[in-house]
DNA sequence: AATTTTTTTGAAATTACTTTGATTTATTCC
DNA sequence: GGAATAAATCAAAGTAATTTCAAAAAAATT
């Protein structure tokens, strides 16, 4: 049996409630008593129970996050945003790996509801995600970190995903490239097609023709970024520079280009999206657009936790995406 | 107000008691109430308060995790590993980031003891960690992971680091090389000490002599493992290989290589620890031990829940590592 | 049909805390 | 010194579930 707070009372000769005044640090307590109950807590060294004192407070103090995979570099350095701030605050956060699957997603949301958890960051949404919809009329207050759903026109935090993929092509067409591919991350995630559309709205700003089969659907992973491009190399004209949506899909890319004896960026040039901390080290350094990514957590929680605490909506909020120059890429005739 | 358990047992006809049973689906019900009641709880979109639940049944179904970094590419996939199987059990994990500071572990140590968290899997450890011994005397169940304590014979589990330092330092000798630098993890973790203890035991069974210029304290990181790398620069005989304790370290000494002129292989060798997934796509592609992270994390838990739910406590487990040959290490005369 | 047994349900206690209102004790003021 | 006020403490109710024991209802047995 554990000693609870009625032990330490005993000890202290006080009644219980005076003991959960002096933890609770409210007034109107003689030091006297104050010294007497600290004592009796450490020498019987009470550890109040969070359970029973959350069931009455309704405080929990813990928050959830959902990712698709914390193995994946990005994700890691936004979750270390994410648990750094919220810890600051004094809150602990539950790690949730979905793998982008939607039963997984479901049976974490429907647990972390049952343990009561005072809000959600979720960087898992799809672009139409039922159980997030669900969220919204539940009252858990969240926010969308990364990925936003259609539609949506508050509580989400996320790269200008639009500007970050115009910025990538629109520096591949300025250092000469026409046969300009992109290799997207998955349909259903805002963040793929938003960067489509930066991608086309670069090639029409500066007349360059779009062509369909320079487009091909990545998974945000190594593997998917080595299958497109192998299928751009198999191509009659293959693209001479490739924008990836991340810098994963830009590592895949690169080695399906090395297989086919060709060289980055002589032969194709490569810029990728991001920039994981790895990315200036790969061969070669990666040329990359820049995402915040441990400030975006950062602020997640943040506004988060203004929703919590003081109920607060804000719009959604896009940040700046960066060019970050580095060695993939290379100026053609 | 949220539906509690009473709202749905007068909803339904019956007792909370009742709807307490047909929840966990005990057995002595009749058919007719389970129906009746999961109606009730359907309509009242009822979800049972899990804090209520923990305070008597004990338990939480919540572990936590210490690491130092989760942008770390090696605790992210121990993380993986450790939340996956967490979550296949029915359990939900906390993560903890303490930048191997003290004084974060004793915060979160406390904070997850309110929490009453069934369980801990550590990878913080230090050599004299006085935090860990006194979770010991608490009796919450842990699992030390990756790295160890001083004399403590279980309930740990970790790659066998003398024996992977041993196999990184005879491979750079088969290949000829003599004059073997060290760029070793923080002293004051059994990691980087077992890994010295390795490289120390193949310059011995070789005739290779030690020299004591040719060891440096990094940190794990990438620049520590710059900074080092750098001090053996200006040393009068730079080594020809260099063994350093993790993959992030030899990221940083290979920059340290490539920033004086020198390339790697061809003046320098460079063997890594731990092959994380971007390891071989480094310029060039990194010769390493191989650590199974998500397969360690994976058994972390097992082992763990093991002891939680059937006390079995398990003597000091220690995984092979494996050798990894890729492209940064040469053959010297 | 009466009795026993089994199944099903309900009432109350329990879990460990917080909080409100009441009561006691101490302090101030006239 | 007594009344009014303020400070300190206690007692009891509330939080949302589970669990044990007892009672009622149904089924089985004689």
């Known amino acids: 049996m554990r000693t609870t707070i009625k032990d330490v009372a005993r000890a202290a000769g006080v009644h219980s409630s005076t003991v959960s005044r002096v933890i609770n640090r409210k007034p109107c307590i003689s030091q006297e008593t104050v010294k007497r109950v600290f004592s009796a807590i450490e020498q019987l060294n009470y550890t109040p129970n969070a359970l029973a004192r959350s069931l009455k407070t309704k405080k929990i103090q813990t928050l959830a996050m959902l990712i698709p995979d914390i193995s ?13 701030t919220a810890n600051q605050y004094g809150y602990n956060v539950i790690l949730c790996n979905t793998d982008d699957c939607f039963e997984k997603e ?7 509801a049952e343990k009561r958890v005072e809000g959600l960051i979720v960087a898992t949404a799809q672009i139409r995600d039922k159980s997030i919809l669900e969220l919204g009329k539940t009252g858990c207050p969240y926010i969308l970190l990364s990925r936003n759903i259609k539609g949506l026109q508050e509580n989400s935090i996320s790269i200008d995903d639009i500007a970050g993929g115009y910025l990538a092509t629109e520096y591949l067409i300025s250092l000469g490239h026409r046969n300009i591919a992109h290799i997207a991350g998955p349909y259903n995630t805002t963040t ?3 960067r489509i559309k930066g991608f086309k709205k670069a090639l029409l700003t500066y007349g360059v023709p779009f062509q369909k089969q320079y487009i091909g659907e990545g998974d945000f992973r190594i593997t998917g970024g080595y299958q497109v491009m192998k299928q751009f190399l198999e191509l009659e004209n293959p693209p001479t520079a490739v924008f990836t949506a991340n810098d994963l899909l830009a590592v895949g890319a690169i080695e399906a280009i090395r297989e086919n004896g060709f060289d980055v960026p002589a032969d194709i040039s490569i810029i990728g999206f991001d920039d994981i901390k790895l990315a200036s080290y790969f061969s070669p350094p990666l040329t990359t657009i820049r995402q915040p990514m441990v400030e975006m957590g950062s602020l997640a929680i943040v506004k988060l936790l203004e929703r919590i605490e003081h109920n607060i909506t804000h719009p959604n909020i896009l940040i700046k995406p960066e060019l970050v120059v580095r060695k993939s890429c290379r100026r053609i005739n």
Chains 1, 2 share one sequence.
């Open 106 to 112: 479901v049976t974490y949301l429907k647990l972390l």
């Open 72 to 84: 994946n570099p990005f994700f890691a350095e936004l979750a270390r945003g994410v648990e750094d």
């Open 192 to 194: 793929a097609l938003d």
